[in-house]
């Protein structure tokens, strides 16, 4: 189920937060709701993937260990609570609002064609990547009733989501080394240098497209204080290099949210600013 991943879903709370309805209690326990319907799916959608992967993973030095490639989880088990999880997933989904049943099928459907077809094709592998986090904020988008939600988030959303995917392709081509397209077919398409010129154009793109939103995004305060938040993505995104670059990390960027203690505080403090800056600031 991955339950370490389901930080990502985190990003359903986008909306809520920047629509400034964060202490709305009914718009807040939707979109909590919201988040813990996704972590169902998604598990559903982790487990097919393990289900798709098991002779890979049980050749990879990391993902060997995960339930399913060591043996200690059976594969009929697995493919039973992905069907049970799906249904009650996109049952509660429709439930809780239509137009989220709508998007939670459409991550679901995007991330099934990706683990038997799209992941094995260069470029769009990412692309896709950065589509499910783009569908999460228009899933918590959709439950609320927004006014001042900036499209600039959706553009910022999906330039952080490819730098993340880029530098994660990265890592396992450090880890993998000569083996790396043994084990995932779409390394053969990518080099390190041609990984290092897109994470160039993504990573300046994304302190940019940041920037612009800070001050010309229409819900934000007019005293332009969201630009003090600007430092804090630089250098968590300066951090996030550093970590793929110097300490061959990456593999797994929801660990890295979790563990290193010097992004894991530009994250919290870009967010309290952030949070700050838009419900206390005059």
Known sequence: MRPKQWVKNGILFTAVVFDQKLLHLPSFLRTLGGFFVFCLGASAVYLINDLADLEQDRQHPLKRNRPLASGKL??????????VFSIVALGLGFWLEFKFGLILLTYMVLNLLYSFFL???PIIDVLVIAAGFVLRVGAGVVLITVQRFSPWMYVCVTLISLFMGLGK???????????????????????????????????????????????????LPGNH????????????????LFLIHVEAKGGAP?????????????????????????????
Not at 74 to 83: E, G
Not at 175 to 187: D, G, I, K, P, Q
Not at 188 to 194: E, P
């Open 119 to 121: 992941k094995n094709i």
């Open 225 to 240: 204080l969201m630009m003090l938040t600007i430092p804090f993505v630089i250098y968590g995104i300066f951090r996030y």
């Open 74 to 83: 059976s594969k009929n088990v697995a493919a039973t609570t992905a069907v």
């Open 169 to 219: 392709r990265r890592a396992e081509m450090v880890l993998l080394a000569e083996n790396a397209n043994s084990h995932r077919r779409v390394l053969d398409g990518y080099t390190l240098s041609f990984i290092d010129h897109l994470l160039s154009i993504v990573s300046s793109t994304t302190i940019l497209a940041y920037s612009l939103y800070t001050f010309s995004a229409e819900n």
């Open 254 to 282: 929801e660990e890295l949210l979790l563990s290193d203690k010097p992004l894991m505080a530009t994250v919290t403090l870009w967010g309290l600013t952030a949070v700050a800056i838009l419900y206390f600031s005059i």
